[in-house]
């Protein structure tokens, strides 16, 4: 199954957007070639919840993470390196 899929029941399984904070750290790591999972937590600059609620309710962010300039709106995210 498609880890953005959850399975509802045993009749199939309904397809659900990752949120903002996923989106970041897929961009990275793949703009460092690595794994989600070789990154430091995404916590460790930011409230990830405060990040979700802010690019969903239409806002901007941009930070940095793990040597990288991070723009997350809510259209898309941009990975640039410092």
Known sequence: MDSDCTQVGTKGSVHQQP????????AVARAQDCTSTDLPPLAYVLDPEALDSLVQSGSTVKFEYNGHHVTVSPQEVTVRDT
């Open 19 to 26: 949120n903002p904070t996923d989106k970041v750290v897929r």
